[in-house]
C-alpha cells in the first residue's frame, strides 16, 4: 500500500504518516537535514526539525523552498486530506551524491582545469 500522510499541521508529524518503512527512513533523518519527497502528485524539498531545547528529536518534517507555499496554501484548503507520499530522488540530490563517490574529482587541480566548462 502506498503511504500517505494526513494534513494537519504547517508541518509534517511522523505520526501521522501511514507508512512504517518510510516513516523509519524520516526518523532517521538528522536535524536539518533535507530529503524530496512527492505528496498528492507535487515534488518539494522537506527538512527535518532541529532538535527541542531539552535535548530530545522534534518528530517532524517543515516543507522548505517553494514547498513551503504548496503545503501551506493545502493546509489553508485542506486540512484533513489524506495525500499519498514517497521520497523521490531528483537529479540534485543523485549528482551531490554521485560526487562524493569520487574524490579525486574533487580536487584544485580539476577545478583549475574544468572551471570554465
Request: net charge neutral; charged share 35%; hydrophobic share 35%.
Amino acid at each position: 500500500m502506498q503511504p500517505r500522510v494526513k494534513i494537519t499541521d504547517s508541518a509534517i508529524w511522523f505520526k501521522h504518516i501511514e507508512g512504517a518503512s518510510l516513516r523509519k527512513r524520516l526518523q532517521a533523518l538528522k536535524a536539518d537535514e533535507e530529503v524530496s519527497l512527492e505528496i498528492g502528485g507535487v515534488v518539494g524539498r522537506w527538512r527535518r526539525m532541529k532538535t527541542g531545547v531539552d535535548g530530545r528529536p522534534t518528530d517532524g518534517i517543515r516543507p522548505h523552498g517553494s514547498m513551503k507555499d504548496v503545503w501551506n496554501g493545502w493546509y489553508k484548503e485542506r486540512r484533513g486530506d489524506l495525500l499519498s507520499v514517497r521520497e523521490v530522488v531528483v537529479a540534485d540530490d543523485y549528482l551531490a551524491g554521485a560526487t562524493r563517490l569520487f574524490p579525486e574529482w574533487d580536487s584544485p587541480e580539476d577545478e583549475e582545469a574544468f572551471r570554465d566548462l
